[in-house]
């Protein structure tokens, strides 16, 4: 598997495509057309590679960014630029991809642009609607995954315990072993 799916909502997981934002130069982890499409097969959008082309790639670049800037703004209670709410109103008008019923398994079939016509739905969705108030971005300082908190309390810190959470936790417990044997 190239791409980490943590979120457990297929728009943010997509958001994280770019990852550690804040760092002098983010991994891109949609280089080349052959990870985008493993990118829509590994997250269970559709059953084989799409076929993308480079204008698919800078497409799914340039929607991604804008769904970031969005759920950023939304995170900080800014208003929404205008632009980015119409490139993603625009692609989610688009025909989403299909799934159909085949020997009684379940087949899904699409192309890039339709693809990034459901996760745009998904970001109107979100964007839009209630949970839109529980977007957070991961408290890692090396991390800028984006995930919805569900959590009792809201209080939850990292995109995934299994990553994030323990690394913080593992770096504080290191730290305080460090300072106590100083002492």
């Known amino acids: 598997m190239q791409h980490a799916f943590p979120c457990g909502t297929l728009v943010l997981d997509f958001l994280g495509t770019r990852r550690a934002r804040r760092n002098p130069e983010p991994r891109e982890m949609l280089a080349t ?48 630029a205008a632009d980015d709410v119409a490139l993603v109103n625009r692609h989610a008008a688009g025909t989403p991809v299909t799934s159909t019923l085949d020997a009684g398994a379940v087949r899904r079939h699409g192309d890039v642009g339709q693809g990034l ?41 990292w995109c995934a315990m299994r990553t994030c ?10 730290a305080r072993q460090k300072e106590a044997a100083e002492a």
């Open 33 to 80: 057309t052959p990870l985008l499409d493993a990118w829509f097969v590994e997250a269970g959008m559709v059953d084989g590679a799409p076929g993308a082309d480079d204008a698919d790639l800078a497409t799914a670049v340039e929607l991604r960014e804008a769904v970031y800037r969005l759920v950023t703004a939304r995170i900080d209670g800014d208003e929404l």
């Open 117 to 157: 016509a459901a996760l745009a739905h998904q970001a109107v969705e979100i964007l839009g609607g209630p949970d839109g108030a529980l977007l957070r971005e991961c408290a890692r300082p090396e991390c800028t995954q984006v995930y919805l908190d569900t959590s009792r309390g809201h209080r939850r810190e």
């Open 165 to 174: 959470g323990n690394r913080v936790k593992a770096q504080a417990y290191r």
